[in-house]
Each structure stands twice: as structure tokens, then as C-alpha cells.
């Protein structure tokens, strides 16, 4: 399978060249040419399937022209090795908990599934040297990409974050790890670490020294597994008994990789019905939805912080699936935005009426359903990430504690190990270059 372009100025490359590149040079997204469809013989028996088996299928469907089937049989057990519990939260919603991964968020299994593929595709060209990912992160991206990618061979990752600017459980995750993992404390914002990261990517005696990608949810190959969340939820919800043609999903967003992964897999064949992209302040998709009119601008800080995001990157990619086709987006994702406060009282509402633990993200989706869901639809929001990871904000919010998972804890005892530059690219340029192998 070829990928192009989202602005259709640059050539088709093969699955190896997008995922190496990860940005096309006309600075589009890759999508794949042609949105192949499972059969539908497939959702006849999907409730009895493991989730494996499923991921499998839709992993083979995507890239089985390009992966041996036996390979990716291996990457996909190894990216889910790990379970994602569906549990009943009262009569109309469903959640789907993302969260039972190495770092206990949704990311790990796009950036586990990348990690084998770069390693798969580069593995073939012995001579080239390492593969360098670089990534900046104001905290969750950095932990699930750093464990994803730690001891897989001839890749090596370097995490920029802003210096005294994320959460300690957070550093832990990517700072204690050692190996192939090279942390980076930056004197500045997570804005500054984006930039560096953008002015390495187009540095030509960098380019030329060292073999540079990122792994950011632009890249093809840790967006698309996504898509297994959503095949998977479906069979749960038709094991469970509930009627097929009725499934809402509500998905917490930021750069809406995530939910473009979704709407790739309904035009696959997925028969759920509609998806809500569900949003802090950060409001610029339901603006759009409401006007037509797209006008990005500086993200806003709230305490679903992982998706305070002014301008999604994906949003070109759902643009493009559609065609540009403002109505045909509004007929398949609804949008909505809440305040600090409405995410806060959600949380509480939720918990004092089921007993259920929400984390800020999922509570913005799980709010949604409670708005939008019609009459006979039911609905699965999604926690992207453990409660734990925001539990000062989750037990302010809910009044009682919040458990650290043991995984958590084990990282706090790691020991931290981290190089501090400046905001200035020649510094960073200057400790790339003095890092090659
Ligand atoms: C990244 C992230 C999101 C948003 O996902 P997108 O694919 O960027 O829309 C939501 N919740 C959590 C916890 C995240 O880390």
C-alpha cells in the first residue's frame, strides 16, 4: 500500500518511507491510498473474538501487503499485552479503559506498535545507523513513547520537556529508564521544546549526520493501531448484547489522532453509528463544527491537560477523508467543550452516583454521552488515561483518595537521569551531533 500526502504536493512513499519520515515534505499528513474495507462476514462473528484475534485482522488489513502476517502477528500480541476491561457505568454508558498499559495511558499501544515497525523497516538496512526519534512533551506523550521504544534495537529516543514544568509521576516515566532512552530537560516551555524539534528536523548537516524521524501521533504507524480500540469495543458492546446499529462513541481529543484512527476504521466497515470528539476549552474542532470555518490559535491550560491543543494536527487528515465535506463530518462526530468546573463536577457526579473513578479526559467524554446520547443509542466513552496520573486534581475533585497503581509507584523509586540545555537550537544541535554512535 502507497501513502500521499493530506496537501497532495509531494510523491507517494511506501509504508517504510511514511513511517521513517513520518511529516511528507510538502509538510502533509500520510494517509493510506486506499481505505481497504473488512469483510462483513468479519462482524458476524466479532463478539466471540479475542481481542488478538481482532487486532490482528485489522493490523493485517492495513499492513499486511508490507509486514509478513507472521511479524505482525508477534507485534501485535507484544503491543497488547495487556488488557481493555469494557465496564457498564450505568444504564447508557460504557467505558473502555485505554489504561492498562506500560505507563497507564491510552498512548502506549500507538507508540509500542510504532517502535516494532521503525525497528522492523530499519532492521532491513543494517548500514545506516541508528534511527533517532525525537520527541517533545509536556508529559503523557513523552512517558508512553519513551517505554514504548525502550530496548527495541537501532532506535534511539530523545525526550525534550520543559524544565520544572511536568508532574514528577510524569518525569519518572521517562527520565528513570536508561538504555536506548535519553532524556532532556529544556529551560523553557513545551513550546520551545516543539520548536526544537521542528528546527532539528529541517537542519541539513543534521539531517545528513543522523537519521532524525518523530513519533508523534502524525506518524501513520502509531496513529492507525488505534483503530483496534474501536473494532475491539464493538465486540464487546455485541457480546454484552447490545443492539450493533446503536453504538455512539465518545472519545476525549486533543490532535485527534485518535478519533481520525476511529473515523478510518468506520469507513473500514465499523458499523459504529456516530462518534462525539469530546474537548476541554480547547475548542477550535466544535467551533469549526458549528461555523465551517476553521480558525486555529495558542492552546488554553486546563486540567485535562494532555489535550490542551489550539491546533490539532490531525485535523487535516479528517478534512481530507472527507473530502472537505463539511456536512458529511457533521452527519458522522458531534463535538462539544466544557470549563475546568463542568469537568470537575462531572467527575464528582460520576463518582458519588456509580462509584466510578474518572480521570479528567475521559470525564470530558463521559459528559458528553450524558448530554447527547438519544433515546435507544448506547454510548462507550473512553479513559485515556488511569485517574492516578491527575490525582491530586481527581481527589480535589471527587473528595477520596485514589490508589497508585503499583506500575506507577515503581517508576517514583527509579533513579532520574537527565541532560539540562538551554532553549537555544545550536546548544541542542550541538549534543545531538555529539551523540552519534
Ligand atoms: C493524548 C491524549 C489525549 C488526546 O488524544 P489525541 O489523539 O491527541 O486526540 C487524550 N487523553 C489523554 C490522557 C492523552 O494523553
Known amino acids: ?228 480500540y474501536y473494532y475491539h469495543a464493538y465486540a464487546r458492546m455485541v457480546q454484552e448484547g447490545v443492539d450493533p446499529e446503536q453504538i455512539v462513541v465518545a472519545v476525549p481529543s486533543g490532535n485527534f489522532g485518535n478519533i481520525c484512527s476511529a473515523l478510518i476504521a468506520k469507513r473500514m466497515g465499523l458499523p459504529i453509528k456516530r462518534f462525539i470528539a469530546a474537548n476541554n476549552r480547547n475548542d477550535v474542532f466544535l467551533r469549526y463544527l458549528n461555523t465551517g470555518e476553521y480558525n486555529p490559535g495558542a492552546s488554553i491550560p486546563t486540567i485535562a491537560n494532555a489535550m490542551d491543543v489550539g491546533e490539532p494536527s490531525n485535523f487535516a487528515r479528517i478534512l481530507d477523508l472527507y473530502g472537505n465535506d463539511h456536512a458529511a463530518i457533521k452527519a458522522d462526530i458531534s463535538g462539544c467543550s466544557y470549563t475546568d468546573d463542568q469537568i470537575r463536577s462531572t467527575m464528582r457526579e460520576v463518582y458519588d452516583s456509580t462509584g466510578y473513578i474518572l480521570d479528567p479526559h475521559g470525564a470530558t467524554a463521559c459528559r458528553a454521552l450524558g448530554e447527547q446520547l438519544l433515546p435507544g443509542e448506547k454510548g462507550i466513552f473512553l479513559e485515556t488515561a488511569h485517574p492516578a496520573k491527575f490525582k491530586d486534581t481527581v481527589e480535589d475533585a471527587i473528595g477520596a483518595r485514589v490508589q497508585i497503581p503499583s506500575r506507577l509507584a515503581a517508576f517514583m523509586r527509579g533513579e532520574k537521569s537527565t541532560v539540562r540545555l538551554s532553549r537555544q537550537f545550536p546548544a541542542f544541535k550541538k549534543f545531538l551531533l555529539s551523540q552519534i554512535q
Open 1 to 228: 500500500m502507497m501513502y500521499y500526502s493530506t496537501n497532495h504536493s509531494s510523491p507517494d512513499v511506501t509504508l517504510r518511507d511514511a513511517i521513517v519520515h513520518g511529516l511528507a515534505p510538502d509538510r502533509g499528513l500520510y494517509m493510506p491510498e486506499r481505505i481497504p474495507s473488512i469483510p462483513k462476514a468479519f462482524f458476524r462473528h466479532i463478539g466471540e473474538m479475542s481481542l488478538h484475534e481482532i487486532a490482528y485482522v485489522v493490523a493485517n488489513t492495513l499492513f499486511g501487503d508490507d509486514v509478513d502476517s507472521e511479524e505482525l502477528r508477534n507485534i501485535v500480541a507484544d503491543t497488547l499485552g495487556f488488557d481493555i476491561p469494557l465496564r457498564k457505568v450505568d444504564d447508557n454508558r460504557y467505558v473502555l479503559e485505554l489504561f492498562h498499559g506500560p505507563t497507564l495511558a491510552f498512548k502506549d499501544v500507538g507508540a509500542r506498535f510504532m517502535a516494532h515497525m521503525l525497528s522492523h523497516f530499519h532492521s532491513k538496512e543494517k548500514s545506516t545507523g541508528d534511527v533517532n526519534v525525537l520527541v517533545a512533551t509536556s508529559g503523557d506523550t513523552g512517558s508512553a513513547v519513551a517505554n514504548g521504544f525502550l530496548n527495541v534495537p537501532g532506535v534511539r529516543v530523545f525526550v525534550l520537556y520543559p524544565y520544572g514544568k511536568v508532574s514528577p509521576i510524569q518525569e519518572a516515566q521517562f527520565t528513570t529508564l536508561g538504555g536506548n532512552i535519553t532524556a532532556i530537560e529544556i529551560d523553557g516551555t513545551f513550546d520551545d521544546c516543539q520548536s526544537l524539534v521542528k528546527s532539528a528536523f529541517i537542519d541539513d548537516e543534521l539531517n545528513k549526520a543522523m537519521h532524525l524521524t518523530s513519533a508523534n501521533s502524525i506518524n501513520v504507524a502509531r496513529f492507525l493501531p488505534q483503530m483496534f
